[in-house]
């Protein structure tokens, strides 16, 4: 920095000293050196606040991991911590290696295909530094996963784990980088922040309702509609009935929404930077435009926009929870009076009275009301936000009663939740404040009207281009045979695996000493309790047919996992105790699978 200049000069009469001095500082120079340091320091905090935000979205996984494994029957709660845990890896090398290029790459000179790809060379990140820096590869990497986690909740108990890791790998690799493209990049055709989008107007999704929930609901809900309900239990019968099939911990899924509503502060608000930089040009969009030229395109008015953003992922699903619990029970009564509206014993009195709060509602509701508002939490106003809380809860539980009665099992309301409730979100935000979306994108609002329509054409894009590409690869893998009779395709489990859970296709959480004494015992138990056959006994004749049954797939499951039963085969930790009594049965019953050697 230059030595400032000193200039002498007589000071007024009645001045309280008598020397002569003065400083005439180079303003330049002092405006340069602040703008330098203001730099280093807005540099730091955004940094900050954006690892910590995607640090969030991280953690995000083990919400949904603690949901879907309360959510589901104990014969499956390993395996989809499993799938949960393997997931977040096959997203995470699909995404870090191939997807983010197409979705922020800036190599393709052909300006039509920008606005519907983006692409940089596969493997760049490894030898150079994105244009938007590593910290937001990392961010746009919990989105990603955050897609593929939601479609796994769709498919829950009854997919071949190989099938869907292949799925997942295609959802990150191309179709949600594909939608980041277009509504997140600044070559996107549908983008905010692309000037020249569709002549002039956008799509506004901050936080990505559209972008990832509506990408992920309907995946999930094509994807339970291909593979099919559950059968053991079977989650309609025959009659068409719905039968209730209850989750195994209902603490560990309502810890695992509690730490969704925690991480979601990050989710929504990592995507606005506490201290934004814009370009100079825009500074007459800013509150301070004069501010913001003097510091080099820094507009220090966005924290606002944080604050705001984490009010309304406050209030929504405070307001949705409360919705769905009260709209729930009030949906459920009259669903049940109708059904029973035949039989005069029943007023509607009094079946309000005996239907009772629903837990699920309550969890769902939540998730409802964190997904309507995040395509607008940056843009709408606390009020609307509320609206938005109950029309999500609405939402919701219809939806849930429009996916029983289309025979799509979603065993934790993915589809719904994501899905229905997501499209909600993007047209939500359509009433956003014209000032917020000044504030939030440095876009003119054009009008409730034509921006409405500019979201349903998000939500009809996004959902068919999710839906398309979902249909076509588990349409292929349901094409996909298998040379089992009980497994006709690689995309679903056999029914036996199905009935006696997923956590015993490789074996996981239970030793083979165990497993194979579990099935001596309880085979033993089932021949001992088999009754007469009576052909003038219904009720004993049904039981007899279940024991059957039961005998018939013991049997299966033991020639089938043959060598889990082989000596041979332990390990020395895994070895036969013969000092154990519960052997007692096993020679009796395996005897001749442990004569045999394995296939």
């Known amino acids: ?43 730091s905090i955004n940094g900050l606040w954006l690892f910590f935000c995607s640090c969030l979205v991280f953690f995000m996984q083990a919400g949904f ?95 071949q784990f190989w099938a869907y890791m292949w799925f997942t790998f295609f959802l990150t690799i191309f179709v949600e980088p594909t939608v980041m493209h277009w509504i997140w990049s600044e070559d996107g055709w549908l983008s905010a ?212 009665w289309l025979k799509i099992d979603d065993p934790v309301n993915a589809s719904v939740v994501h899905g229905f409730v997501g499209s909600l979100g993007l047209l939500f935000t359509a009433f956003s404040e014209p000032a917020y979306v000044q504030q939030a994108y440095g876009r003119q609002f054009p009008g409730v009207g034509i921006q409405f329509g500019m979201q349903l054409l998000a939500v009809v894009v996004i959902g068919a281009w999710s839906g398309f590409w979902s249909f076509v690869l588990f349409g292929l893998l349901t094409k996909w045979k298998t040379n089992r009779e009980e497994q006709p395709n690689v995309l679903r489990i056999p029914l036996d695996l199905e009935e006696w859970g997923a956590d015993l296709e490789l074996n996981w959480g239970i030793g083979r000493t165990k497993l194979k004494r579990t099935l001596a015992q309880y085979l033993s138990r089932v021949q001992n309790e088999l009754p007469a056959a009576d052909p003038l006994d219904e009720m004993n004749n049904e039981a007899y047919l279940n024991l059957q049954t039961s005998k018939a797939v013991l049997r299966y499951v033991i020639d089938h996992y043959k060598p889990y039963f082989v000596k041979q085969h332990y390990s020395d930790d895994e070895k036969e105790d013969d000092s154990d009594p519960g052997h007692a049965d096993d020679d009796a019953v395996i005897s001749y699978s442990m004569s045999e050697k394995a296939d």
Request: contains cysteine; glycine residues 10%; aromatic residues 10%.
């Open 65 to 159: 991991g603690m949901l879907e494994a309360g959510s589901v029957q104990e014969k499956n709660h390993r395996s989809i911590l499993f799938k949960n845990l393997i997931d977040l890896s096959i997203a995470g090398i699909a995404f870090f290696f191939f997807g983010y290029h197409l979705a922020f790459g800036t190599s393709n000179s052909n300006t039509a295909l920008a606005s519907v790809f983006g692409y940089d060379h596969p493997f760049s990140l490894m030898s150079k530094t994105p244009t938007l820096g590593m910290g937001h590869v990392f961010y746009m990497f919990g989105f990603a996963v955050t897609s593929s986690t939601i479609v796994a909740g769709g498919l829950n108990e009854r997919t």
């Open 193 to 404: 922040y692309n000037i020249n989008s569709l002549n002039g107007y956008f799509v506004m999704d901050f936080a990505g309702s559209g972008v990832v929930h509506v990408v992920g609901g309907v995946a999930a809900m094509l994807g339970a509609h291909v593979v099919g309900p559950r059968a053991r239990p079977a989650r309609f019968t025959r009659d068409g009935k719905v039968r209730q099939i209850s989750g195994n911990n209902a603490s560990v899924a309502s810890l695992g929404v509690l730490i969704l509503w925690f991480c979601w502060f990050g989710f929504n608000s990592g995507s606005v930077n506490l201290v934004d930089q814009k370009p100079k040009s825009q500074c007459d969009k800013t509150e301070y435009p004069d501010a913001c030229r003097l510091l080099g395109g820094y507009n220090v008015a966005t924290y606002p926009v944080a604050a705001r953003i984490i009010i309304n992922t406050s209030i929504a699903p405070m307001i949705a929870c409360a919705t769905a619990l009260l709209v729930g029970r009030v949906w459920n009564t009259g669903i049940s009076f109708l059904s029973m509206s035949k039989d005069k014993r029943y007023s509607c009195r009094h079946v309000f009275k005996t239907t009772r709060f629903d837990l699920n509602n309550i969890l769902n509701g939540i998730l409802s009301g964190l997904v309507v508002i995040t395509a607008g939490c940056a843009t709408l106003s606390p009020g609307t936000a509320c609206v938005a809380g109950f029309f999500a809860g609405v939402v919701y539980t219809i939806g849930d009663s429009v996916l029983l």
């Open 1 to 43: 920095m230059a030595t400032p200049t000193v200039t002498p000069f007589a000071p007024p009469v009645g001045a309280p000293f008598n020397d002569t001095i003065t400083i005439v500082v180079n303003a330049s120079e002092v405006v340069l050196q602040i703008f330098t340091e203001v730099q280093d320091i807005t540099g």
